[in-house]
């Protein structure tokens, strides 16, 4: 399993849709092809998939957000989805590709439809093992995320379910063992809590969160960070990693 803790007494840093900008298109080539070489610690995606079955990068559902195309991604043929073209003239990139442009590189995909789920679990079942060992596999549906993880295996890394974030929350704010509250973790494969730092005017991310997640093994990875005064502050309070849209993060130094 891989998780993605600090990097030279930082957080690590991630590329979130391959950190674009307003020349580079997200999820793009361009776009992880400049976070790979700047030297970010890691890229974060999202599959979709097409009507015939092909997994593809794309966060989206709806294809029209991104590409001069029309339509939900799902209802559209690979060959149809090969020929729409983002801001920059890319095509939309299947995952077969990406995997194999990016080696070696820890990757953070997030499953963002029940139509993707069962293609992505033949997907990532099919790599060979040293490309499991470099990515951690997310989804914003607890019910998608328990598929995953029955399917694949703990030696396939995942972050926790919504569900088990807060189970995580209870266990810091109420200073209580997140044993106790049933937070898992590396047994069942999850490595991290990927979290915003507020959710619903509640304070998520802070000192006693961080310590909940590392009392059980598990890292921090925040959503998403663009400023560098609060990679400060998390850094301070421990955090693990920051997903980000903004290389200018990279160039942090912790003071001291």
């Not at 663009?226 to 903004?246: C, K, P, Q, S, Y």
Request: hydrophobic share 40%.
């Amino acid at each position: 399993m891989t998780q993605l803790r600090r990097r030279n007494n930082r957080p690590a840093v991630i590329a979130h849709r391959g950190a674009p900008s307003s020349d580079l298109p997200e999820n793009s080539r361009a776009a992880f092809d400049r976070a790979v070489s700047l030297g970010f610690d890691g890229l974060e995606t999202d599959v979709q998939v097409s009507s015939d079955g092909v997994l593809i990068i794309q966060h989206d559902e709806d294809v029209s957000t991104t590409t001069d195309g029309l339509g939900i991604a799902s209802t559209l043929t690979w060959k149809q989805l090969c020929s729409l073209r983002k801001a920059n003239g890319e095509s939309i990139m299947s995952a077969a590709e990406f995997f194999e442009r990016y080696p070696d590189v820890y990757v953070n995909v997030d499953v963002k439809t029940d139509e993707a789920l069962v293609p992505a679990i033949k997907f990532i079942d099919s790599l060979d093992a040293a490309d499991k060992r470099r990515i951690c596999v997310g989804s914003f549906s607890s019910a998608r995320l328990t598929e995953l993880r029955s399917h694949l295996g703990p030696q396939v890394s995942t972050c926790l379910s919504a569900k088990e974030v807060l189970r995580l929350l209870l266990a810091a704010k109420t200073a209580s063992s997140p044993y106790a509250w049933k937070v898992p973790g590396q047994e069942i494969g999850a490595v991290a809590a990927q979290v915003s730092v507020d959710a619903y005017g509640i304070k998520v991310i802070d000192r006693r969160f961080v310590a909940a997640a590392h009392q059980r093994g598990l890292a921090v990875h925040a959503w998403t960070i663009n400023d560098l005064t609060e990679l400060r502050h998390l850094h301070d309070i421990g955090v693990d990693a920051v997903f980000t849209d903004e290389p200018a993060l990279l160039d942090y130094r912790p003071q001291g």
